[in-house]
Structures are given as structure tokens and as C-alpha cells.
């Protein structure tokens, strides 16, 4: 079964920075996609970001555009969210999620959708002050 342990989440005040990660094991597939959704309280889970593992292309919901980056690090397995100039509205529970079937290909979109997603991690809170 595979396992996504994320960690690094916190309480940073607002214009601050954190950088949580995710560490997956037991992925006996290659080429998936490799995304990060969030949930507020009271709210649904929406997309943040994605990465396709192989050749490292990246989607941003509209929100988080221009302050957060998603990469990866082939070698440890483990993918990166570096959330810069948080606000208030970021605090959430970030999960780490996989879509076990994608593949990329020219003009194939990357998954934004929770349904889309195979594999969760337990999620870590992240909480920005104001």
C-alpha cells in the first residue's frame, strides 16, 4: 500500500513562509501525478497545486499563483510546496495526494480535481495569523 507522510506545516504570521513536504513510499508505478489540495474548516477540500513526476510540469489554482511553488526531488522521493507571502485565508489542512494513472503528454492537463486523486496523506496543518 502506498504511504504519503507529509510534515513541515505550522502557525507563521501572515507575509511569512513555510515549506512542507512529502515523502511517498511504495509507489511501484513511475509516472504519476503528485499534487497538494487543502481544507479549511467548513469548506471542501479545493486543488493548490500539481507536478507531473516525470518531466516536472507544474498547475497552481488561480489563488496560490505567484506565492507557492511545487517541485520534487526524484532521489528522495518527495515533493516540496514552498508557500511564500501566506495570508490568513491559506490556513488549511494541506494533504499530499496521488493520481496513480496519469501520464504526461502534449496538452494533457494535470489533475486539479480531488476525485482525480488515488493515494492521501494524513495531512498537516498549516495556520497563518494575522
Known amino acids: 500500500q502506498v504511504q504519503l507522510v507529509e510534515s513541515g506545516g505550522g502557525l507563521v504570521q501572515a507575509g511569512g513562509s513555510l515549506r512542507p513536504s512529502c515523502a511517498a513510499s511504495?509507489?511501484?508505478?513511475?509516472?504519476?501525478?503528485r499534487g497538494w489540495l487543502r481544507q479549511a474548516p467548513g469548506k471542501e477540500r479545493e486543488f493548490v497545486a500539481t507536478?507531473?513526476?516525470?518531466?516536472?510540469?507544474?498547475a497552481y489554482a488561480d489563488s496560490v499563483k505567484g506565492r507557492f511553488t511545487i517541485s520534487r526531488d526524484n532521489a528522495r522521493n518527495t515533493v516540496y510546496l514552498q508557500m511564500n507571502s501566506l495570508k490568513p485565508e491559506d490556513t488549511a489542512v494541506y494533504y499530499c495526494?496521488?493520481?496513480?494513472?496519469?501520464?504526461?503528454?502534449?496538452?494533457?492537463?494535470?489533475?486539479?480535481?480531488?476525485?482525480?486523486?488515488?493515494?492521501w496523506g494524513q495531512g498537516t496543518q498549516v495556520t497563518v495569523s494575522s
Open positions: 511504495r509507489l511501484t508505478f513511475s509516472t504519476p501525478a
Open positions: 507536478i507531473s513526476w516525470n518531466v516536472g510540469r507544474t
Open positions: 495526494a496521488v493520481d496513480r494513472q496519469y501520464t504526461y503528454y502534449p496538452g494533457r492537463p494535470l489533475p486539479t480535481e480531488d476525485r482525480q486523486y488515488d493515494y
